[in-house]
Structures are given as C-alpha cells and as structure tokens.
C-alpha cells in the first residue's frame, strides 16, 4: 500500500472522519460506519486505510492501534486524541474536536490570507508597472531627446533605471540568495525563525493571535473531551508547529506535573497577559477551566478578526497612494520631454 498509493490528503482525511462521525451519531457501530463511510470513496489510499481498520476491529484491536499503522500518512495529534478519546469512552467526542479545530485552523488561515493577500497583490503590481516603464518606456524618450534635453525629474528617473538595468544581476543574485537563506534557516533553525517573525510589527500581532487561539481553543476541547491536564498540553504541543509556543507549554506542563494550578502555571511562562491571567483564575474558582479556554480562544478570534479587518481597511488607501506615487512620478517624468517640445513649437 505503502509504495503504491499516494498518501491521502489532509481533506479526504477530514472528510472521512466526518462520515465517521455522522454515521457514529446515527447510532451505527464502529465497524459498520467505517463500512459505510468508504462507498464512492474516490481515494484509493482512503479506502484501504478504512478497510484495514476494518479488519483490525474485527480482530479485537481497537481503532487507534489500527490507525497507528499508518502514522505516516496521518497527523500525530489526529491519532493521539483518537487514542486518548477511545481509552475514555468518548470516541465520538474526539473525533468532533478534531473537525471543529480543524475548522477553527482553516478559518484563522483564511483570516490570515485575506489579510495579506491584498497589499502582497498591490505591491506587486507596483513593483512591475515601475520596472516595465523603468525599462521600456523612459529609455525610449532618452533616445528620442537625447539626454541634454531633457528635465530634470526624467533624467534623475533615467539615471535610476539605468542603475538598476546595470547591476541587474547582482539584485537577482542578491534576492535568490536571500530566498535560499530563508528557506534553509526556516528549515535548519525554526526556533530562530519564530523568533525573528514575532519580532516583525504587522505579521507578529497576526502570528500570536492565531496561535493563542489555537493553543486555548485545543486546550478547551481536550479538557472537555475528559483528557488529564498533562495529556492535554501533550497533545496540544504536539499539535503546533511553532517551538517558541512549544516550549511556553512544555514549561506550563512541567508546573502542573509538579503540582501547581493552571493559574500558577500560566503565570510563568509568557502567555500570562492580564486577560487570560483573569478567565483561567475565575474558571479555577468555578471548576470550568475547560469553558475558560474555549471563551479565551473565542476571544483570540474576535481579536484576530478586528485586527485584519482594521488592517485591511489601513492598507488598502496606503498602498493605493504609494502605488498613485510611483506611477504619477514615471507619468510625469515621461510626458515633461513632451510638454518642453511642445513650448519649442
């Protein structure tokens, strides 16, 4: 299977989970809703990952050992919140979070996406209007006037061009080598580069908002799926991708491993800002630390969501001025020699 199929995507996963849980709560036993969930299956690679299943169960084994065999194919959070779900008796239950933190994750990187998507669109056209100008248009006034008789703004605008049509291939080579640094520090050393990305001004506040919400709205779900405080932020580390957040949890765990309350913990790493200080003391008060967590990420995401939308509704006039400048400049700079020929006649 292994090396014939590809390995199913992150979507055909997600909805087979789904039809999982739809025909659980339909009332069906678990092998025959894994029987049901694989009819027109259009996935391959799907359809033998659920057969096996199949025949494990039948076997007596349970359905997280079944899908163990198939780590590689599948997400080490998914399988271990299956597993900690099935011990408890709430596999239902656990296959819910799963989808509903999966939704959760797709909507914050759509609200992420949008975002950035618009000023990264604008730029780039600006950036290739200027060059196309730069280097096509303008150069054909200088040959037409020649450069004595040109203004001033075109010849400043010229000697740019020509500065960068001169050492072209070292900005190429210049950029190129930038991009292979990037990725291989992104990939070498990701500590360092979440390290350096929260430093940066816009994309931090979008980068901590969507991982505290992440983090709480993980917490919450697992804690109401009956998972133990420890395996709780085992599953939720596991679950992130970014080591500064990581190592904040695995230090919160080590505090409650040793015995201290959620409250204290948070108050030692640096998630402790002064609201989630406040919900996670008042649900400890109450017993519903689980709640607490998933107010606190609901609050992340209304957070999130008035900062991009405030966002986009900054970026959008600012760039349409720069990208007015620059194209107003290269205008101007292009009808001047057309303007003084006109005064000669």
């Not at 919140?81 to 408890?88: D, K």
């Not at 349409?320 to 020929?341: C, E, N, W």
Request: aromatic share 10%; hydrophobic share 45%; proline share 4%.
């Amino acid at each position: 299977h292994f090396i014939k199929t590809p390995p199913p995507s992150r979507k055909e996963w997600l909805q087979t989970m789904s039809q999982w849980l739809e025909l659980l709560d339909c009332g069906l036993p678990l092998p025959e809703a894994l029987k049901h969930s694989i009819h027109r299956h259009s996935s391959r690679s799907m359809k033998w990952l659920v057969n096996d299943c199949q025949e494990a169960i039948k076997q007596g084994h349970r359905l997280s050992s079944a899908l163990h065999h198939y780590s590689d194919w599948l997400p080490s959070s998914d399988l271990q919140t299956i597993e900690w779900a099935e011990s408890s008796g709430q596999l239902t239950q656990g296959i819910q979070n799963i989808l509903t933190l999966k939704q959760q994750q797709m909507a914050m990187k759509e609200q992420l996406t949008k975002a950035l998507r618009y000023p990264l669109i604008i730029a780039a056209v600006a950036c290739a209007v200027a060059l196309l100008m730069m280097t096509w248009v303008l150069p054909q006034f200088e040959k037409l006037f020649g450069s004595t008789g040109l203004p001033a703004l075109t010849k400043n605008v010229l000697a740019i061009s020509a500065f960068f049509g001169q050492h072209a291939l070292v900005f190429i080579g210049a950029f190129c080598l930038m991009y292979v640094m990037t990725k291989l520090v992104r990939h070498y050393c990701p500590a360092f580069w979440r390290r350096m990305t929260l430093k940066l001004p816009i994309y931090r506040q979008l980068l901590t908002g969507a991982r505290e919400q992440q983090v709480f709205y993980q917490l919450g779900l697992s804690l109401d799926a009956g998972i133990d405080a420890v395996n709780t932020l085992r599953l939720t580390t596991n679950n992130l991708n970014c080591p500064v957040y990581k190592a904040q949890l695995e230090l919160i765990g080590y505090h409650l491993q040793r015995g201290l309350g959620w409250s204290q913990a948070f108050n030692m790493s640096t998630l402790n800002s002064a609201k989630t200080m406040s919900f996670i003391q008042a649900a400890e008060k109450s017993g519903r630390i689980a709640q607490a967590f998933k107010q606190l990420g609901a609050y992340q995401q209304k957070q999130l969501e008035i900062y991009t939308e405030r966002l986009s509704t900054y970026a959008q006039p600012l760039l349409m001025l720069i990208l007015g400048g620059i194209i107003g400049t290269l205008l101007v700079a292009m009808y001047l020699p057309l303007f003084s020929l006109g005064e000669q006649f």
